[in-house]
């Protein structure tokens, strides 16, 4: 059975690229985007694969 989950590693120089972004993260395997964002007092995950945002986690496709 092919392992699906993703492999998340610090992405460094990313952040300042996504407005509200306080982290962001890269899969090893697959190489898509999990980006922490902060509004005010909300804290939210968005996640980019091939230029298209995700509000859920997408399956890995390593």
């Not at 699906?4 to 697959?30: E, M, N």
């Not at 898509?32 to 509004?39: A, K, S």
């Not at 298209?52 to 496709?61: A, D, F, Q, V």
Request: glycine letters at 10%.
């Amino acid at each position: 059975m092919k392992n699906t989950r993703h492999k998340w590693i610090l992405a460094d120089g990313f952040d300042k690229d996504f407005p509200g972004a306080y982290q962001v993260d890269q899969c090893s395997k697959c190489g898509c985007l999990r980006i922490h964002l902060v509004h005010g007092s909300v804290f939210s995950k968005s996640f980019l694969v091939k230029g298209l945002y995700y509000g859920k986690t997408p399956t890995c496709n390593s």
